[in-house]
């Protein structure tokens, strides 16, 4: 989560595009809107953005604007609801932002929803932005505005809750209790390397494994292949899930192979909104656009084409949701420590 700009790095956000490509206007403007997000991933580099427009947005902006939207969203840099969804666009937008925990930059209070989606009352989870002229954008931490539509949505919302718990009998017409903890059979004894499951981490190049910073991913990656991914961690209110971008033993494999600083050769496989895919020493790695040139280009696919091979930098590691991060040799900026939710995992792209 986001909780002041200051520790706004390395995070995932949410740009309700149509909002800020009509800041200030009466009609949206898609020139508006790139300015807005490559001044935000210039202030903050280091963080993901998924931008997400209404489905009238293309029809809306100046027709000179049209290519280069269908263009955009060809390429997955713009998300928009699919056809026949029920609501506005902003329905779809925070049920984005609420599955993967992610700050929504928007000047939008979001009042219909606040029943729904009671998060976005949380520290960091709205942020706003303006063009200021002669200065350029300024964003700064939001909190949603309550008002008529707001109480009657937490009002509907609550309504809706109440006779769910209160009507849910047993089969003899009486409440459930409280539900019994299931006992759990104590795990098997393992002995040595023999342990069912267990990994052979050991690099097959010398001094990949001497790097500290790598310790932690191997530690980490191991004790859930050798666990079977049963061990489950208490998450924090408002935490994302740490969805695996590669199994444990591609991720293994890979840092033994590739050590934080080495160069790789990759095949680009897909774009995102702000980055792009890369299939590089049997893994699935991405780059971000920050780490594609400086200043950042406005799309992946204006510095990379799909299916083109070339040499990446191993720039971060994150262990937790076993992801890499590349970058190209003459932007790469190795972190002595992975930054929690610098990779992306369900993205697909185009």
Known sequence: MLYCPSEMAARRVVVDGSNIATEGRTLPSLKQLNEGVLAFLNEYPDTEVTVVVD?????????????????????????????????????????IAGKIGATVLSNDSFQEFHGEHEWLFD?????????VLGIGWIFTPRTPVRGVKSRKAVKEAKKKQGPVLEAVPTASGEPLGPMPMPSKPPPPRRKGREAEGAVDVR????????????AAAVASATEESVSGGRKRRRKKRGARPAEPVNEALTFLNFIAEHALGSEVPGEVETFTSHGAFVLAGGARCYVPISALGDPPPRAARDVL???????????????????????????????????????PTTQKGT
């Open 55 to 95: 489905a009238t947005f293309g029809h809306r902006i100046d027709p000179s604007e049209r290519d280069e939207f269908e263009e955009a969203e060809a390429n997955n840099e713009l998300v928009s609801p699919p056809a026949g969804a029920i609501g506005r666009g902003d329905a779809f937008l925070l049920r």
């Open 123 to 131: 520290d960091g989870r709205l942020i706003g932005g303006k063009p």
């Open 203 to 214: 690099p097959t190049k010398a001094g990949a494994r001497d790097d500290p910073r790598v």
């Open 305 to 343: 084409s799909r299916g083109e091979r070339r040499a990446f930098v191993v720039q971060a590691l994150d262990p937790q949701r076993r992801g890499i991060e590349l970058a190209l040799p003459e932007f790469a900026r190795v972190a002595g420590a992975p930054l929690p939710e610098k990779i």
